[in-house]
Nanobody
Framework: QVQLVESGGGLVQAGGSLRLSCAAS????????MAWFRQAPGKEREFVAA????????GYATSVRGRFTISRDNAKNTVYLQMNSLKPEDTSLYYC?????????????????WGQGTQVTVSQ
């Protein structure tokens, strides 16, 4: 089992920045790919960004590419999402997810473990 706890969400004005963190505990963090997803009220959970175990491969949704950056610190069992130039449409509950395996995926069903989510609200 892997337990995931997100932090760093909050209220920010459009154009501002936030940094989300996801701390993992439980079984070894080795060979675990990580991702961020988000879900707005009434909408399906959608892929935001993901990173391979080594950090050498990353992927982003088109809507956030160039504004968000995913990274990880395996010594701290933590993955980060730096969000810049935030827009009101980025308002969502952001989830951290982990999957067994070296490489990342972009589908919800590919992930084995989920955090409880952290709310990000971007005002006009």
């Amino acid at each position: 089992q892997v337990q995931l706890v997100e932090s760093g969400g909050g209220l920010v004005q459009a154009g501002g920045s936030l940094r989300l963190s996801c701390a993992a505990s439980g079984r070894t963090f080795s060979n675990v790919a990580m991702a961020w997803f988000r879900q707005a009220p009434g909408k399906e959970r959608e892929f935001v960004a993901a990173i391979s175990w080594s950090g050498g491969s990353v992927g982003y949704a088109t809507s956030v590419r160039g504004r968000f950056t995913i990274s990880r610190d395996n010594a701290k069992n933590t993955v980060y999402l730096q969000m810049n130039s935030l827009k009101p449409e980025d308002t969502s509950l952001y989830y951290c997810a982990a999957r067994q395996g070296t490489y990342w995926r972009s589908l919800v069903a590919e992930y084995d473990y989920w955090g409880q989510g952290t709310q990000v609200t971007v005002s006009q």
